[in-house]
Every structure is written in structure tokens, then in C-alpha cells.
């Protein structure tokens, strides 16, 4: 049984470069930042980077790519975009047309690689203040909900916020808000509390994206701002192509989590 947890994060891309790792990487490479991918032509970076800036809590950009180039240089110098992710998606014109492993027969030498902060990320810091992690606990995938909150528009990119929802426990919720509020590059504190109807979420127990977490007594939902938002929007905005992550299927980076706290 492989120890993902405790592996550095060059270890773990060698597994999924082999395709010997292919599932959601909750908890793999502890203390260490996940990342969403998007990945466009160069003729619609511009307007995808403008869109990030405009919205940081669900896409802060942590690196992007030259042009052609697959390699992020800052978040993990030496490693490939094209085929260290678990699962990729591929949307064209809105449409998500696969789920592939790898992308190298849909790579060109025009397109530009951006990695967006992951609520993965805080889960270490959730973790040590001994708040719990119900999607690691059950070993699924963290359910994700597109909502009715509209991001601010781009050039060609507009759509709808997703969010990702964890239960905890109600005495906890201001110390979950206080650990993942240190953390403003992977989404920082939850963007909602409670309620899942006044976001557009009409039942929690059926997710857009990922696995139902079981709520239990005494549990409050919190919502935090999640970079599959891409994906909504690739799907209302239809772009001739969109490459992302599948939901759940990070990029895991060299640097740790507390390289990115606010002290």
C-alpha cells in the first residue's frame, strides 16, 4: 500500500506521469499546495487571466505558463502539465468531450497553462486545529455545487461561482474560518455558512461535481469558493477549447501550504 500522505510531491507525479495514480488526491503529499489547471489557446489567456484577477477567491492564480510550454517553472520546476494530473477534462465550445489520463494529442504550441489555488490545500491547517475532514474521513471525492452567485465577467469568460462544501461541526465553524482564512492564495475563508438554498443549492445531497458528504447532527455546511469554477464557466462561455483537471484530480506543487499563509 502506497503512503501518498507522506510522499514528496515529485514521487506522486511520478506515479501519475505512469498512470499508476489515477484517483482524487485529497490528502496525498500532506502539507503541500494542490492546484486546479486551466488551460487555453494564447488568444483567450489574456481575457482568462483578466477573469482570474477579477475573481480571486475561486481562481487565484499561483503560476502560469509560457506559451507552448508545459512546464509551471514557479509551483513545480522540471514537471509536466501534460500528463502529471490524475485526469484531465477537455471541453470544446462548452461541451466536455473527454476525460483522458493524459493530454498529449490534444497539447499544441499555443496554448497557456494556468494553476489556480485549492481548497486541498488548507486541509492540513483544518486538520491540525483537529477540525474534521468528512471527504477524507470516508476516502471520496469533495462535493462541489455550482451556484447561482455570478463571477465578474472577462472578455469572453462569464458564469457561475462553484463552491465546495465540507460539514463541521457547529462549536468549530469560527476555527475553520480562522484556519482558512490564513490562506487567501487557495481560496481562504468559506464565501458561505449554513443555508445551501440562498447560494442556488437546491439539494445538498446531489453535488454538480465529486462524492455527497454525510452531514451529521449537530453539522453546519460551509461553502468555500472552489477553482472548478473554470468549468462552469467553460460550459457557459464556450470556448473553442478548455483544457482543466477533472473535479477533485489536482496538480500537487513543490511549495507547502504554510508558504502561502498570512502570518
Known sequence: MMDLANMSPREVRALIRKEEVTWPTSGMCRGHIQANLAIVPKDLAFDFLLFAQRNPKPCPILDVTDVGNPEPKIMAKGADLRSDVPKYRIYKYGELVDEVNNIEKYWRDDLVGFLLGCSFSFESAMLNASIPVRHIEDNHNVPMYITNIDCMPAGKFHGKMVVSMRPIPYRQVPR??????RFPQVHGAPIHIGDPGQIGIKDVNKPDF????????GEVPVFWACGVTP???AMTSKPELMITHSPGHMFICDPKDEDLAVL
Open 176 to 181: 475553520a474560518v480562522q484556519a482558512t482564512s
Open 210 to 217: 465529486g462524492d455527497p458528504s454525510n452531514i451529521k447532527d
Open 231 to 233: 468549468q462552469s464557466i
